[in-house]
């Protein structure tokens, strides 16, 4: 059973940092694209950044130069260094797994498992 975990979110100040981490279990994941995604109350969940099997990345504009994503197929993880936090970025964040392509995509449809999410509080 395919299973996704993630962890690090929490309450920081405007301007600060937090690493996100997803471990993922139940298959190896090495040939799968790995992303995050974010849904603020009231809003739709809404692509944040991917990483594709071989490394190729992906960020949506928003986040672009401020967040970072990578991956440790040894440990099945994936995690999302987030810098220069803003109140807009507050969201529960969700970690999702897909099919593996050269460059990964920004649709939700295109991820097939999903974690539980993880609450990211930016104070102004």
């Known amino acids: 059973q395919v299973q996704l975990v993630e962890s690090g979110g929490g309450l920081v100040q405007a301007g600060g940092s937090l690493r996100l981490s997803c471990a993922a279990s139940?298959?190896?994941?090495?040939?799968?694209?790995m992303g995050w995604f974010r849904q603020a109350p009231g809003k739709e969940r809404e692509f944040v950044a991917a990483?594709?099997?071989?490394?190729?990345?992906n960020y949506a504009d928003s986040v672009k130069g401020r967040f970072t994503i990578s991956r440790d197929n040894a440990k099945n993880t994936v995690y999302l260094q987030m810098n220069s936090l803003n109140p807009e970025d507050t969201a529960v964040y969700y970690c999702?797994?897909?099919?593996?392509?050269?460059?990964?995509?920004?649709?939700?449809?295109?991820?097939?498992?999903w974690g539980q999410g993880t609450q990211v509080t930016v104070s102004s």
């Open positions: 990483i594709s099997w071989i490394s190729n990345t």
């Open positions: 999702a797994v897909g099919l593996g392509t050269v460059l990964p995509g920004r649709r939700a449809a295109g991820y097939n498992y």
């Open positions: 139940g298959r190896t994941f090495s040939n799968y694209n």
